[in-house]
């Protein structure tokens, strides 16, 4: 008796989700994550088969038969899964999820009573990378890169001279660029707001930093002058006195050579010739070679 009211119940849960719109869901998981699909269980006494197939970049069919027992995949990737046993409930598990993963599944229940039908839509959304920079006229960049959906970027404060433009890629994803012109602004701080389903975050940037930059140059090059004068200088100075050094050398008298108590008379002076005869220790005997020394 409570088998024969089990099977009613069954069917009439199974078209309450039909009715009332479930049969169709939306699935938004982020990349990286894991995704659950949902499809609604039956009796154990009445299920005959289970199936799932995705229909996206490639096709998947994955099965179960409960009077074999038996569990088939075919073209499926193996981060598809039972997330249970799929006799008792037949949910599909992706881990991790991925943009090659989004498309249309459809969980297909086999019973007793008849076959039942639930539709998937997943959707993967993608984290932007978030920068925001600027340049030396003031101009601040915020930058939502490589996101899914693309992101939404807003400036604080507000302003109506922000130029966006969208870089699309060929996964799907979209880069977002948003430009504005902060140069006759009286805020020193620039704030842009991006806002996705899978982060809300706010930068900010001081601007500011560029008349720093131009005080420290104005400052700085009085300072790089000096500097560069003092060592012209110098070197002037240096080279003048090496100058004048060559100079008073090149006056002076060549080098001489002084010998005491030697006297030498040249041949052209009328000296009575030298007798060679005379051996060469009686020349030089008066010679002294301590005495001898380098003049400059």
């Known amino acids: 008796m409570t088998q024969t009211w089990a099977v009613p119940a069954v069917v009439f849960l199974l078209v309450i989700h039909l009715i009332g719109g479930s049969a169709y869901r939306r699935v938004n998981v982020e990349a990286g994550h894991e995704a659950v699909l949902n499809c609604p269980s039956v009796s154990k006494l009445t299920l005959v088969m289970v199936t799932w197939k995705m229909k996206s970049s490639t096709s998947c069919f994955l099965a179960y038969r409960k009077d074999l027992n038996e569990t088939r995949m075919l073209n499926c990737s193996e981060r598809m899964m039972w997330k249970y ?21 459809t969980c297909e229940i086999v019973s007793s009573e008849g076959n039942f039908l639930f539709f998937f839509s997943l959707t993967v959304i993608v984290p932007p990378t978030l920068s925001l920079t600027s340049d030396k006229n003031r101009v601040a960049v915020c930058q939502a890169t490589a996101g899914k959906p693309a992101a939404k970027i807003s400036w604080i404060p507000g302003s109506n001279y922000s130029v966006e433009k969208d870089v699309h890629h060929l996964n799907g994803t979209v880069t977002r660029i948003s430009y504005i ?116």
């Open 85 to 105: 046993s799929p006799d008792l409930d037949p949910t599909l598990c992706i881990f991790p999820v991925n943009l090659n993963d989004e498309g249309n599944y």
């Open 181 to 296: 012109n902060w140069v006759n602004s009286t805020y020193p701080n620039v704030t842009c707001l991006v806002t996705h389903p899978a982060v809300n975050q706010t930068l900010s940037l001081d601007l500011s930093y560029n008349s720093s930059e131009l005080q420290y140059l104005l400052i700085g090059l009085p300072a790089s002058l000096a500097v560069v004068c003092g060592a012209g200088v110098t070197l002037c100075l240096i080279l003048r006195c090496r100058a004048s050094r060559l100079r008073k050398k090149s006056h002076q008298s060549p080098v001489q050579t002084v010998t005491e108590n030697f006297r030498f008379t040249p041949l052209h002076l009328n000296a009575p010739v030298m007798d060679h005869s005379v051996s060469p220790e009686k020349i030089y005997q008066n010679y002294k070679p301590q005495a001898t020394f380098m003049g400059y």
